[in-house]
Structures are given as structure tokens and as C-alpha cells.
């Protein structure tokens, strides 16, 4: 597998599986501060890449100030319009995103290569299983539909001495998903981007990408990942997260444990976990955190994380290497809690 470079980001072999999101609004031409500082929170919980719709030549150029002061490398999703494209390469985008299913005839598409290969920027081919070209739509093997789309497309690329491509072949039926880039990856070298697409909200598209997220990344298949969830950004960078570790292909981080609370439970575990979530995640730390409810489940159950906090009836424990270390009400959590992360 080759290696490409997204902004800072190198994807492919011996670099760790980054995780991608999509931003869910329009781009407008006000001040983008509140957004820079939504974006810096998405880097925060560990978001690599992030990528946005460019519809228009006014969104192409809101998204390429934008690209001058993000804090993550941003990547121009195009349908429809090789213009978009010309466009966003005159600003510092990291990444092109093109459809081969709608992105118009072979000559614009060689445009859009050339100017990319000037500025240095990669491109993604991204396939989707919903907007194959018109005479691979309805084809009796779906995978197989995804991957020719994907090779005519590379051929225009390798044609004009392009390597500098990654290739995504999504679709909203995880089988088709999983097959289609367990075929590809067999014979070709071009790094994968993984996902299915249209998943469904939180619950639902989580699981569609788990299963299949997960059993190609413990083939070794995948140099990057998008969750793709009808949900926040925020959901999606911790889903691929998981997954990642889960898969292990992930990066050192903290992982939290915490049971599902019952009847038992004196310790509002899911308040705690509201409170902390984003906290611990973006903390750069690789140890384990427990957050329990009472003392069935930690620190019995939980001795083996790095710290933890459950319920002692009316009270609290917070426990380190399975002891205890401080009995507390449970208005002192937050700030017992957290005096105790810090000496770790």
C-alpha cells in the first residue's frame, strides 16, 4: 500500500488509522470563529480529518479562508461541478473529494487531476454504492459495481502519472461494503478510506459500521475511517475511535469503562459521564477510567483501571490500582475526581 498525504496526516502503512467526520451545516460568510473553535474541539476528542460539502463556487471559497486558519486539515467534498474543484485547489484544501458517479466526463476530470498534481494535493475517489455511473447502476454484484467505478476512475488518474489518490467505495449494505473492499484490496495498493454510508442515526449506524469497520480493520484493511451517522461530528469521531481501539489499529488513549446502572446504584454514573466524557477524551493519556455505581461493580469489578469512582451507599469512593484512595460525598465527585486524575 502506497502512502498519501492529507495536510500533516500520512495514511497508509506503518501511520495509524485516522479518523474522519463531516461538518454538518452550510457554510456561511460570517465570522468563523465560533466554528474554529467547534473544530478545535473535534481534534480534541481525536478527529484527524475533516471534510465539507462544496456545493457551490461560494462555498468553495468560504471553505478555502476557512482551510487557512483550521486547526485540522479540511477536505472538499465535490459533486456535479468540476469547477468546485478548480476552485478549492486555489486555496490551501488538503484533500479532493470526487464522486465518479456524477462528476461529469473524463476531460473534467483530467482538469481537476492536473491542477491537483500542481498544488500537491491528493484526491479521494470516492465510490458510493446509491450514485455508481449510469451503466453500472442495478448490477446483479453490487461490490463488483464499486470496484469498476473505482479503477475507471483510477485509470484516468494513473493515465496522467497521478498516484497521489485514496480510494473509498461505500455503500448503505454493510455486505457490499465489506466485500467491496476486501476484493480491492487484494489487487491494488491505493490506500482505503472505510465506511458505510448512509447508516441511519446513532444507534443503528453505529452497529452498521462496528461490524463492519471492525472485521476490515483486523484484516489490516484501512488507512482512514469516517462513521458516518445521522448524529454530531462529535459521535462520529468517538464511534471511530472505538472501534479503532476496539479493532486494535487505534492510537494510545484513555479508555473509559462504566456500567449501565440499576436499582442498586447510589452514584449517578450517567451524570458523571456527561460531565467527563469529553474531558477524558481529550486527554492524551493511555489508561483506563471507571465510572461505576456501586460496590458491585467497582472497585471489584473495575480493579484493574488506572482510577476510578463508584457508589458506597450514600457516598462515593474514588479507588487507583483497585484501592481506595478517598471516601467522599457525592457533591465532592467533580473535585475529588479530579484532584486524583492529576496525580496519576
Keep these: 500500500m502506497r502512502v498519501v498525504k492529507v495536510g500533516k496526516v500520512l495514511l497508509g502503512p506503518g501511520y495509524p488509522v485516522a479518523v474522519q467526520t463531516m461538518w454538518k451545516e452550510p457554510l456561511g460568510p460570517g465570522d468563523p470563529g465560533a466554528l474554529l473553535v467547534r473544530i478545535g474541539r473535534l481534534k480534541a476528542l481525536g478527529c484527524d480529518i475533516l471534510r465539507f460539502a462544496a456545493p457551490d463556487l461560494p462555498s468553495a471559497e468560504i471553505l478555502g479562508r476557512l482551510a487557512r486558519v483550521s486547526p485540522l486539515p479540511l477536505v472538499a467534498d465535490i459533486h456535479f461541478d468540476w469547477r468546485i474543484a478548480l476552485r478549492c485547489l486555489d486555496f490551501p484544501i488538503a484533500k479532493i473529494r470526487i464522486n465518479p458517479g456524477n462528476i461529469g466526463s473524463r476531460a473534467k476530470v483530467e482538469e481537476v487531476v492536473r491542477k491537483a498534481s500542481d498544488r500537491g494535493v ?35 488518474l494513473e493515465t496522467l502519472g497521478f498516484k497521489d489518490y485514496l480510494v473509498s467505495m461505500k455503500s448503505s449494505d454493510m455486505r457490499a461494503t465489506l466485500e467491496a473492499n476486501r476484493r ?25 459500521n462496528a461490524i463492519a469497520l471492525h472485521s476490515l480493520l483486523s484484516e489490516g484493511i484501512g488507512a482512514t475511517l469516517r462513521v458516518s451517522l445521522s448524529d454530531t461530528p462529535e459521535n462520529e469521531v468517538l464511534a ?21 446502572r440499576c436499582g442498586r446504584g447510589g452514584f449517578d454514573v450517567h451524570g458523571f459521564l456527561a460531565r467527563w466524557q469529553d474531558r477524558l477524551y481529550a486527554l492524551d493519556r493511555d489508561i483506563t477510567v471507571a465510572v461505576m455505581g456501586c460496590a458491585v461493580n467497582g472497585p471489584e469489578e473495575a480493579r484493574h483501571a488506572d482510577i476510578g469512582i463508584t457508589g458506597a451507599g450514600d457516598r462515593a469512593v474514588v479507588f487507583r490500582g483497585g484501592k481506595i484512595v478517598r471516601t467522599i460525598s457525592s457533591e465532592e465527585a467533580d473535585t475529588v475526581f479530579e484532584e486524583e486524575l492529576s496525580r496519576l
Design 122 to 156: 491528493p484526491i479521494r475517489i470516492g465510490v458510493n454504492g446509491g450514485s455508481l455511473p449510469q451503466d453500472l447502476r442495478g448490477a446483479a454484484d453490487p461490490a463488483g459495481a464499486m470496484i469498476s467505478a473505482a479503477e475507471r476512475e483510477m485509470d484516468v
Design 184 to 208: 480491492f484490496a487484494a489487487v491494488h495498493d491505493a490506500p482505503l478510506h472505510l465506511g458505510v454510508t448512509e447508516a441511519g442515526p446513532l444507534i443503528p449506524g453505529i452497529v452498521k
Design 240 to 260: 471511530g475511535r472505538e472501534i479503532l481501539a476496539a479493532a486494535k489499529r487505534g492510537r494510545p488513549g484513555v479508555n473509559i469503562i462504566s456500567c449501565p
